[in-house]
């Protein structure tokens, strides 16, 4: 799996967007991009994920650089309970093995 | 939809003794479970992967026959740690997968084991 660059820590002011960050330069033509999250002491949950285009759900927006080697993770209006450590992972279906790197520790403040 | 449970959420036991984990697909059929493992600071590392009816495969470095995992239906996977000891003490977490198309892994929320 192609490996993912992300900063180890931000902070974001409650209700504010939250922008995450993530490097997969390597990444290749059929690998996805996801993002879990994992608050403190529980399983990760999955939040997005994309191939090429933005996506968007009810918990997020991603968006993914015309040349795919980078991707941004959006929370519109970051809450307090979205403090979490927040992992960008490469994906590629046929491997059907999530590696989870260091991931951002994302800490919303009042 | 696509809840996965895990139980016991925290476990003590002391060491030399066996403890089991089960992982259930509360409302999916799960051809794929996953078992990673989580030391305090760490991220998440992938100890197996197990598919419904067959043997599970094992990352490098992870003993099969310390950590032995049955998937003997398509909603339930056990993870048991052999004659723990104090350093397998971690947080375990289990993922479910309902099938080749859909390729979003569903996490249970963890099993803390210390070992005295």
């Known amino acids: 799996d192609a490996k993912t660059t992300q900063p180890p820590s931000m902070d974001c002011a409650e209700g504010r967007a939250a922008n995450l960050p993530c490097n997969h330069s390597t990444i290749s033509g059929n690998e996805y991009v996801y993002w879990y999250r994992q608050i403190h002491s529980q399983g990760p949950q999955y939040i997005i994920h994309g191939l090429k285009n933005n996506e968007t759900n009810e918990m997020a927006s991603l968006i993914i650089t015309e040349d795919r080697k980078s991707s941004t993770l959006i929370l519109p209006h970051a809450t307090l309970r979205d403090t979490a450590v927040y992992y960008c992972?490469?994906?590629?279906?046929?491997?059907?093995?999530?590696?989870f790197g260091s991931g951002t520790q994302l800490t919303v403040l009042p | 939809g696509a809840v996965v449970s895990q139980h016991p959420s925290r476990v003590i036991c002391k060491s030399g003794t066996s403890v089991k984990i089960e992982c259930r697909s509360l409302d999916f059929q799960a051809t794929t479970m996953f078992w990673y493992r989580q030391f305090p600071k760490q991220s998440l590392m992938l100890m197996a992967t197990?598919?419904?009816?067959?043997?599970?495969?094992?990352e490098q470095g992870v003993e099969k026959d310390k950590f032995l995992i049955n998937h003997a239906s398509l909603t339930l996977s056990t993870l048991t740690v052999t004659s723990a000891h104090p350093e397998d003490s971690s947080f375990y977490i289990c993922?479910?997968?309902?099938?080749?198309?859909?390729?979003?892994?569903?996490f249970g929320p963890g099993t803390r084991l210390t070992v005295l």
């Open positions: 993922s479910a997968s309902r099938g080749a198309e859909y390729n979003e892994q569903f």
């Open positions: 992972i490469v994906f590629s279906g046929s491997a059907r093995q999530l590696t």
């Open positions: 197990s598919n419904e009816g067959s043997k599970a495969t094992y």
